[in-house]
């Protein structure tokens, strides 16, 4: 399949033509209802000015002949890669509306997608990704739209990825002209479900982020230039020789460069990335909480917006903070977990090669989310406290709709490891340990579930039998009947640390093995050893009760002792599967990932003993449902 193909879901990172993807052949345009008087342009760029002066660029675009009193409802996003892009020294052309914001408009809806301050054509300097100051600006933006004489009063938030988090933390700011939310691909947590899961840095893939973020933010023509890493990056997202489109009037282009030129302080995620090792990180306005939903949770449930989500199962964690999401917050909400890469622009099956989603996959998906905003923002439907989730099983491909999680019918099973790498129904009353050394070139795979996120690509497990012999692995026997397995599961390992283990880490794997050999990669689970120590569940807020209790605070961060067995439990990434009759289970132990995750310790030396057998053998646990 042709890259240029592949990696069509980037321009979803990149501009704000793709917010959603919408590929569904527009309706037949909404004839705006109201008095008569002069049309409104069907796309305005301007500034809105926020309570603390700073200027945000925002494109408005509306169906076309709308008069004031149209009523019109408004779908709102905010972005943080250019809301729209023009070519640099060429005249920016006149009117017209992007792919997404024609299919909106043409269903009677206004669209108005704004840079976020300090990000695109907007002023202001980012003091923090994902900062407080950054999301407020979503309640003067929905203040500034009801106010408008076409609108109706209501907004609807939405966006993928970073703009899925902006739409998200929207909800919590108390602003009752926002009705629903549609957040597409979002972090819910970005310290545990993206850059830090288990307290381990995805290293590699967001150093290249980053650099995206410092030509996004860099002033002048000359941003994709500056070498030839830069220059092939740009190549790769599509940025060469474009700039920010200005706003209107003949000041545009002297006003965007005036706003490029305060970008140049912007705080870098990948910094904060590297030095924010804990949790309980700060620096000023920068943290690990303040871009959280989870750390909102009273705030989103007191605003009562209604929420439907949608996240792929091999997409970061974005299906853990979906589940959290759903048992944190009493809030009315639809979400839908799928096989879908980041932003759902193609398929991420593991049994199953990668393709892009037909036209009728990408319209199922968006007409969810239009019926969702019919009801809630241009219907005034009050939300009822439902709420679903609705989820694919791997291997089985079926969906199914559930209001409780765990669904209905879970138990929990274990698989104790035993002697000769077997993972059996139950101990046997022996007791050992085998050897694992850390390999440094043993990984997932360029095209694993932490490089989608930050790159919108497809999701690629190629067959792991050859990997796998470098690593650590315990395998069922044949199952005698189909084992569904759906929710979050866990590794319990009993740990002696060896040589250079003190700050070392380990990578679990979840595979199924299938009567010919070969080995499908379904889930991981990934915990720096420092922050092994668990917390009182008591202790543990409510989002995060499928999660083990730890606080990935500095205070609780140990250094694992050689020489003395550890009990460390890893939380796996939730899941769906069907494992068939004849499959075999096999858990699979690493101690790094240099594929997505920086090397612990980093030259790449540590070696363990992992015990098996007696009362703090090491097992396995599923959530099997019956």
């Not at 790449?604 to 097992?619: F, K, L, Q, T």
Request: a neutral charge; aromatic letters at 6%; one cysteine or more.
């Amino acid at each position: 399949m042709r890259r240029g193909v592949l990696r069509r879901p980037l321009a979803a990172l990149v501009t704000a033509a793709a917010v959603l993807g919408l590929s569904v052949a527009p309706a037949a345009a909404a004839v705006p209802a109201g008095p008569g008087g002069p049309a409104e342009p069907t796309l305005r760029s301007r500034y809105v000015t926020m309570p603390d002066g700073v200027r945000l660029a925002v494109d408005v675009h509306l169906p076309q002949g709308t008069r004031a009193g149209a009523d019109l409802p408004t779908v709102l996003s905010t972005q943080r890669y250019w809301r729209a892009r023009v070519r640099t020294g060429e005249p920016v052309p006149p009117g017209g509306a992007g792919g997404e914001a024609e299919r909106w408009t043409s269903r009677g809806y206004a669209f108005v997608v704004a840079d976020l301050r300090g990000t695109g054509a907007s002023f202001g300097t980012l003091t923090s990704e994902l900062g407080a100051d950054l999301t407020a600006d979503s309640g003067p933006l929905s203040d500034w739209i009801a106010a408008q004489p076409w609108s109706n009063g209501r907004v609807g938030t939405t966006g993928i990825s970073y703009g899925g988090d902006t739409a998200m933390l929207a909800t919590s700011l108390g602003n009752h002209h926002i009705t629903a939310a549609a957040p597409i691909s979002y972090d819910f947590d970005p310290y545990e479900d993206l850059v830090r899961p288990g307290g381990v840095l995805i290293e590699p893939r967001i150093a290249r982020y980053g650099l995206l973020l410092r030509v996004l933010d860099r002033a002048g023509g000359t941003t994709c230039e500056t070498d030839e890493k830069t220059r092939a990056l740009c190549a790769d997202f599509g940025l060469t020789g474009l700039q920010p489109r200005p706003v209107d009037g003949p000041d545009g282009q002297a006003l965007l460069a005036a706003a490029r030129a305060e970008h140049a302080n912007n705080a870098n995620l990948v910094d904060m990335a590297r030095t924010g090792v804990h949790r309980d990180y700060r620096d000023g306005p920068k943290s690990w909480t303040v871009g959280s939903v989870g750390e909102r949770t009273d705030a989103v449930e007191a605003g009562r917006v209604p929420v439907l989500t949608r996240a792929g199962w091999l997409d970061a964690g974005t299906a853990n903070g979906v589940l959290s999401q759903f048992t944190g917050l009493s809030n009315t909400q639809d979400s839908w977990i799928g096989p879908w890469n980041h932003g759902a622009g193609s398929l991420a099956d593991p049994f199953r090669p990668p393709r892009p989603l037909t036209a009728r996959e990408h319209a199922e998906n968006d007409q969810r989310v239009v019926d969702f905003f019919d009801r809630y923002v241009r219907g005034s439907a009050r939300p009822d406290g439902r709420r679903q989730v609705h989820y694919y099983t791997f291997n089985e491909d079926v969906w199914r709709t559930t209001t409780r999680w765990p669904v209905p019918g879970t138990r929990t099973q274990r698989f104790p490891l035993g002697a000769g790498g077997t993972l059996a129904a139950r101990a046997d009353g022996h007791r050992g340990s085998d050897p694992l050394t850390l390999d440094p070139t043993a990984g997932t795979g360029p095209l694993d579930r932490w490089n989608t996120n930050l790159t919108g690509d497809e999701v690629s497990y190629p067959d792991r039998a050859a990997v796998d012999a470098r690593l650590l692995g315990y395998t069922s026997a044949p199952l005698t009947a189909d084992t569904r397995v759906t929710g979050n599961g866990k590794v319990t390992l009993d740990v002696t640390g060896l040589e250079g283990s003190a700050r070392g880490a380990l990578h679990v794997y979840l595979e199924d093995v299938a009567p010919d050999g070969r080995v499908t990669y379904l889930t991981e689970g990934q915990l720096a050893l420092e922050d092994r120590a668990v917390a009182d569940r008591r202790d543990n807020p409510d989002w995060r009760r499928l999660r083990t209790p730890r606080s990935y605070a500095a205070e609780d961060a140990e250094d694992l002792p050689q020489g003395r067995a550890q009990r460390v439990t890893v939380d796996l990434q939730p899941v769906s599967v069907l494992f068939r009759s004849g499959d075999r289970i096999r858990l699979t132990v690493a101690a790094a990932n240099p594929d997505s995750f920086e090397l612990l310790p980093a030259d790449g030396r540590a070696s363990y003993r992992i015990g098996w057998g007696g009362d703090r053998g090491s097992a396995l646990e599923l959530p099997v449902v019956r």
